[in-house]
Structures are given as C-alpha cells and as structure tokens.
C-alpha cells in the first residue's frame, strides 16, 4: 500500500503542519482525528488497515489530517475568541491548502471530535465537499466555549446554525452530498447531539442517514466496522 508522508509551512496556520496520504488512486477521504488527535491516528489505531483492500486497488486513496484542537477548542487557558479564530485559520488551511491539492472533491470522515470536524466543514463548504461520515460525534460546540457567544460561535455550531438555514445556495449542494452519515452507539453520551443534528438535516429536506449503534460503541474497533460500513457506498 503507498504510503506517503508530507511536513510543510502552512500560511493559514503560520507553523509547519503534517499528513499522512495512503493510496494513489480513488476516490479521497480527508479524515479527520479524534480530540487533539495526531495525524497518524488513524493507521495506528487500525482505521486504515480496515480499509486497506480498497486502498491497495486504487478505489480509495485517505488523506490523514492533523489537527489543532489544542490550540483552539481544547485551548482552556486561551479567551474563547482567540480558540475560534485559530479555529477558523485551520479552516482555512483546509480550503485554501489541502482541498486545492486533491484530485476531486473528498468525503469528509471523523470519529468522536474528528466527527465534528467532518460535518462542520461538510455543512459549511457543502460545494466543496462530496459528503461526510461523522462517528460518535459530539456537534454542540458551545460546550468549549465557556459560555462565551459571538457570530463566529454560531456560525461554527452546526447546532445552532443549522436551525437557521434557509439559503438555498447551502442547502442544494448539501442536499446533493453523498454519502450524508452521521452514525453512534445508542449509549453514547454523546447520542442526543447525533439525533438533533440529524434531525434538523432532515428538516432541511437533506436525506442524512441517522443510524444508531447497539450499545456504546465509541472506541476504535466499532468505529473499523462503521467507516468500513459506510465507506463502501463511495469506492
């Protein structure tokens, strides 16, 4: 399986920043790690070897991603506005520097916070996504924010925002995304989020699939069996 690694100067993010790219062939999925997960995450917790087969034949090519959640949501000691604005310069590193390199518009795949990471930027930038897979996620991003509210802290809760979309330039390419998941364990604690954000999807006329998990299903051997689930409808 081709494996490639990269490092390099992120203008967005004014710092060296680090991917993993398996594959040379497919279609791409930009996969987003857990809470202030690292870039590596998924191959080391086994995501990718669950999807190997496809990479290997050039059905699937995964871009890992690292993130900055330690320097935005996670970020305790920073005030809440500076948490969204370096929020926001990862965003834009998305957009400007990695969706710009890849062959077509990707999928979008999360576990747990990397969940919320997918469907935020898969609802945000729906005409540059072709659709998401959020696992176990947890989507009402008040909860890092100390109670601190602004534009940018409703603009970047899908709870919240998605209540209040009515323009019809977001809603067409999101309605067309495919495959729209959004996927936990019936225990989850995080359960309630995964039902309102599917349910205001659907109140937008966006046919999300909502699939609720026996049990808890929040670690990584349920979420090898859920990407590998979901992921067959795009190879």
């Given at each position: 399986m081709q494996r490639d690694y990269a490092s390099g100067y992120s203008p967005a993010l004014g710092r060296d920043i680090e991917h993993l790219h398996f594959g040379s062939a497919g279609a791409p999925l930009l996969a987003f790690p857990t809470s202030q997960g690292r870039f590596y995450q998924w191959e080391?917790?086994?995501?990718?070897?669950?999807?190997?087969?496809?990479?290997?034949?050039?059905?699937?090519?995964?871009?890992?991603?690292?993130?900055?959640?330690?320097?935005?949501?996670?970020?305790?000691?920073?005030?809440?506005?500076?948490?969204?604005?370096?929020?926001l310069q990862y965003e834009r590193y998305l957009l400007d520097e990695?969706?710009?390199?890849?062959?077509?518009?990707?999928?979008?795949?999360?576990?747990?916070?990397?969940?919320?990471?997918?469907?935020?930027?898969?609802t945000r930038h729906p005409s540059r996504l072709r659709g998401f897979i959020a696992l176990s996620g947890a989507y009402d991003t008040a909860r890092w924010l100390d109670g601190y509210s602004d534009e940018d802290a409703y603009l970047l809760n899908p709870l919240a925002y998605l209540s209040g979309l009515n323009d019809e330039t977001y809603l067409d390419p999101l309605r067309a995304q495919k495959p729209k998941v959004v996927a936990t364990g019936e225990d989850d604690p995080n359960v309630a989020d995964s039902i309102k954000v599917g349910r205001l999807l659907r109140q937008k006329s966006i046919d999300v699939q909502l699939d609720l998990w026996p049990g808890w299903s929040h670690d990584w051997p349920y979420w090898k069996e859920m990407m590998r689930r979901y992921t067959a409808a795009i190879v």
């Open positions: 080391d917790f086994g995501l990718i070897a669950a999807l190997e087969d496809w990479i290997e034949s050039g059905r699937l090519q995964v871009w890992c991603l690292d993130s900055v959640d330690a320097e935005s949501w996670y970020a305790r000691e920073r005030p809440p506005r500076e948490r969204l604005e370096r929020h990695v969706l710009p390199a890849l062959p077509d518009p990707p999928v979008a795949a999360g576990t747990s916070f990397g969940a919320m990471h997918a469907l935020l930027l898969a």
